[in-house]
């Protein structure tokens, strides 16, 4: 024994041995609230950060929403943006609450919830890994800390975190069975961007592999109508506030934009040609991958749920013309995910990201560091093994027949019941 273990008060090593049991057992927790702590740090550290989007941009839309009373600024300009009047409310309660600090509001808006994209990451990981509590929060990590998520929000001062999260949770309540809150959390995804229109096969997909109404889809105008009322209500016109996607898909004449897709591959000078025909492709790509799964014979379990949300999301932006450099957002975080659900496939979602963080670097940084059509075609790697690993999981039948899900598994009170695996 020390002379140090000798001098100490009595009662100082039970204290001790409890604070230390203390740590040990809620490590799990303090260790989530340093990386949440370091999480905020990073960000805040790059607030200051102007992008052109924000000085072209939001700081005017900001300016024009402190200026205004209540909700006029949607009835007086009804045009003076391009984004639905869900992105704008958050940016007027933000103008509210800090109204000579528009740099932070802008960018402060998708921080929330790039923290609710970590809960829905460890919820969906989570349910792999039940008896784990390290390995969602890993995964919530590897979010948190993603090069594009950082980029995105408090560096560009974007907000695909919002869409995006809520389609992660729109996938996580697919994989529980919980179908009627998939719908409705991918409709709240909807009325921000149309991007989480990629997702909308999913749906499809459980719509006919499940027995649910049809009724269901109506969540998604529904949602839509409900989240512009406001706007409409303070001015703004019904054409204006229905018709935002279709302007913005109106406003640029380019077959990709910084986007690493089969496009870009193209010279611009075709473009109205090549608009229609990569409409086709990715709609013909579309009806491939929802036949496949409709017409398997498998129960679909989370992972079969994850392999047809992954490859919608990447193979849809990759064929459609007109895409953003930010437009694989949800493909990266979904692909993390799937990365731990198949663990084989680690490199995936450090591939996608890659990829995606190197056509971020154009327009936010003026510098190319590999060109964008050399990087379509390494995109080409992680989707053909995307694609590879969702057809030869799905066993697909030789004739259309019904899924598994809906063969009957016995009988209970002379009534058949139906086995439903998500």
Same mark, same amino acid.
């Given at each position: 024994?020390?002379?140090?273990?000798?001098?100490?008060?009595?009662?100082?090593?039970?204290?001790?041995?409890?604070?230390?049991? $203390?740590?040990?057992?809620?490590?799990?927790?303090?260790?989530?609230? /340093?990386?949440?702590?370091?999480? =905020?740090?990073?960000?805040?550290?790059?607030?200051?950060?102007?992008?052109?989007?924000?000085?072209?941009?939001?700081?005017?839309?900001?300016?024009?929403?402190?200026?205004?009373?209540? !909700?006029?600024?949607? +009835?007086?300009?009804?045009?003076?943006?391009?984004?639905?009047?869900?992105? !704008?409310?958050?940016?007027?309660?933000?103008?509210?609450?800090?109204?000579?600090?528009?740099?932070?509001?802008?960018?402060?808006?998708?921080?929330?919830?790039?923290?609710?994209?970590?809960?829905?990451?460890?919820?969906? /990981?989570?349910?792999?890994?039940?008896?784990?509590?390290?390995?969602?929060?890993?995964?919530?990590?590897? /979010?948190?800390?993603?090069?594009?998520?950082?980029?995105? +929000?408090?560096? $560009?001062?974007?907000?695909?975190? *919002?869409?995006?999260?809520?389609?992660?949770? #729109?996938?996580?309540? @697919?994989?529980?069975?919980?179908?009627?809150?998939?719908? @409705?959390?991918?409709? !709240?995804?909807?009325?921000?961007?149309?991007?989480?229109?990629?997702?909308?096969?999913?749906?499809?997909?459980?719509?006919?592999?499940?027995?649910?109404?049809?009724?269901?889809?109506?969540?998604?105008?529904?949602?839509? =109508?409900?989240?512009?009322?406001?706007?409409?209500?303070?001015?703004?016109?019904?054409?204006?506030?229905?018709?935002?996607?279709?302007?913005?898909?109106?406003?640029?004449?380019?077959?990709a934009m910084n986007a690493p897709t089969l496009l870009a591959l193209i010279?611009?000078?075709?473009?109205?040609?090549?608009? $229609?025909?990569?409409?086709?492709?990715?709609?013909?790509?579309?009806? +491939?991958?929802?036949?496949?799964?409709? @017409?398997?014979?498998?129960?679909?379990?989370?992972?079969?749920?994850?392999?047809?949300?992954?490859?919608?999301?990447?193979?849809?932006?990759? !064929?459609?013309?007109?895409?953003?450099?930010?437009?694989?957002?949800?493909?990266?975080?979904?692909?993390?995910?799937?990365?731990?659900?198949?663990?084989?496939?680690?490199?995936?979602?450090?591939?996608?990201?890659? *990829?995606?963080?190197?056509?971020?670097?154009?327009?936010?940084?003026?510098?190319?560091?590999?060109?964008?059509?050399?990087?379509?075609?390494?995109?080409?790697?992680?989707?053909?093994?995307?694609?590879?690993?969702?057809?030869?999981?799905?066993? #697909?039948?030789?004739?259309?027949?019904?899924?598994?899900?809906?063969?009957?598994?016995?009988?209970?009170?002379?009534?058949?019941?139906?086995?439903?695996?998500?």
């Open positions: 024994m020390s002379q140090f273990e000798h001098v100490r008060a009595p009662g100082w090593a039970e204290a001790e041995e409890r604070v230390k049991g $203390w740590l040990v057992g809620h490590w799990t927790a303090l260790m989530a609230f /340093v990386l949440g702590g370091l999480a =905020v740090g990073v960000r805040v550290a790059a607030i200051p950060f102007q992008s052109w989007d924000y000085k072209d941009y939001f700081q005017h839309w900001f300016n024009l929403l402190v200026s205004s009373a209540g !909700l006029t600024a949607f +009835g007086g300009q009804a045009s003076f943006s391009d984004y639905t009047p869900p992105y !704008l409310y958050l940016l007027r309660l933000g103008s509210l609450l800090f109204p000579a600090q528009p740099l932070a509001v802008v960018k402060g808006i998708s921080f929330p919830f790039e923290a609710l994209l970590a809960i829905g990451v460890y919820l969906l /990981v989570g349910s792999r890994y039940p008896s784990s509590k390290w390995v969602p929060l890993a995964a919530a990590g590897w /979010v948190l800390f993603s090069p594009t998520v950082l980029l995105d +929000g408090a560096v $560009w001062g974007q907000s695909d975190a *919002i869409y995006t999260s809520l389609l992660v949770l #729109c996938i996580y309540w @697919v994989t529980c069975g919980r179908s009627v809150l998939a719908f @409705v959390a991918f409709a !709240l995804a909807f009325a921000f961007k149309a991007q989480a229109a990629f997702l909308l096969p999913l749906l499809v997909v459980v719509y006919l592999r499940r027995r649910i109404s049809v009724v269901v889809f109506a969540a998604i105008p529904l949602a839509y =109508v409900a989240l512009m009322l406001p706007a409409v209500l303070a001015g703004m016109r019904w054409s204006t506030a229905l018709g935002s996607y279709l302007g913005q898909a109106t406003f640029y004449r380019k077959l010279p611009n000078q075709y473009y109205d040609v090549f608009v $229609w025909v990569g409409l086709g492709w990715a709609a013909a790509a579309v009806l +491939g991958i929802v036949t496949i799964a409709v @017409v398997s014979g498998q129960s679909f379990s989370a992972t079969h749920w994850l392999r047809l949300s992954l490859a919608l999301l990447l193979v849809v932006p990759y !064929l459609t013309p007109g895409m953003h450099d930010r437009f694989f957002y949800p493909a990266e975080i979904v692909s993390a995910v799937y990365a731990f659900y198949v663990p084989r496939r680690f490199y995936l979602p450090i591939l996608i990201t890659t *990829i995606s963080l190197l056509c971020y670097f154009p327009y936010l940084f003026n510098t190319e560091i590999v060109p964008i059509k050399l990087l379509s075609l390494i995109m080409l790697i992680p989707l053909g093994i995307t694609l590879y690993d969702y057809v030869t999981s799905m066993g #697909c039948a030789t004739s259309v027949r019904p899924p598994r899900d809906w063969y009957p598994t016995g009988r209970a009170n002379g009534h058949t019941s139906l086995q439903s695996v998500s």
